[in-house]
């Protein structure tokens, strides 16, 4: 695998994210490696899955050469079949997940992170739902998990609102289970632990009971996604976002 690194050790499984020079922001070749990647895990004896990223941070999100080769509804929608795949994947994990974030989870790459069954974030970490600068609005499930954690009204102000939070501040609204101040590595390794003395098996029939009830509601969302994705990639405010965002400047929407 070019983009992702898959290890393994005793009962634990990792999956490290692997484009730092871009902050590991999610392309077609790293979306389809990570789908594979967990279909790997799902079958091994392992039974804690960690997620993380190399370099600077976990991700930044969708890639945006990715985005803007996706204008065709034959190119943008087997790209959104596969962030939904890996988003349901992620969620009925027959094992314990954790995601482990150090600097920026943006837009896509924090979707996934919610998808995971525990979060820890360093205090240095930074969190956003920020498909509103380009037009767009939160696929991966973003919509789901947010809501599952802080309900609708709440989930719907910062997804408008767009705004980048620190760790501390996404700890106190619980979209971080875990704040971080010293070794993130050494708080993993002390939440495997604690997960691995108890009777794991037991564990994860619980959380499987609960994804099971919600996992229709996760996959229609994912639909709507799909479908309102490829409406707002149509407009003149994400051509704007775009553009503003490739000249490094504040875009001008017009509300088309």
Request: proline share 3%; aromatic share 8%.
């Amino acid at each position: 695998m070019n983009t992702i690194n898959l290890t393994y050790e005793d009962r634990v499984a990792r999956i490290e994210l692997n484009r730092p020079e871009s902050i590991n922001s999610m392309n077609v070749e790293m979306l389809q490696e990570l789908s594979e990647a967990l279909e790997e895990v799902k079958n091994s004896t392992a039974d804690v899955l960690v997620l993380s990223g190399s370099g600077k941070g976990f991700s930044s999100g969708g890639d945006i050469k990715t985005m803007l080769s996706n204008m065709d509804p034959k190119a943008f929608s087997p790209v959104m079949k596969l962030i939904s795949g890996i988003a349901v994947t992620l969620y009925t994990f027959p094992k314990l997940t954790i995601s482990a974030i150090h600097g920026p989870a943006a837009g896509l790459g924090f979707s996934l992170a919610l998808a995971c069954d525990y979060v820890i974030a360093h205090q240095t970490a930074t969190l956003s739902m920020n498909f509103i600068g380009i037009g767009l609005i939160p696929d991966g499930g973003g919509h789901f998990f947010l809501a599952r954690r802080l309900g609708e009204i709440k989930a719907r102000r910062l997804i408008w609102n767009g705004e980048r939070l620190t760790a501390e501040s996404a700890y106190d609204m619980g979209l971080v289970d875990r704040l971080v101040r010293n070794d993130l590595k050494a708080e993993v390794k002390g939440k495997i632990e604690e997960w691995l003395e108890k009777p794991v098996k037991a564990l994860i029939q619980t959380k499987l009971i609960y994804a099971n009830q919600y996992k229709s509601v996760l996959e229609s969302m994912l639909a709507k996604e799909h479908d309102g994705q490829f409406s707002m990639r149509q407009t003149a405010d994400h051509q704007e976002g775009i553009k503003a965002f490739m000249e490094k400047r504040q875009p001008r929407f017009t509300g088309k």
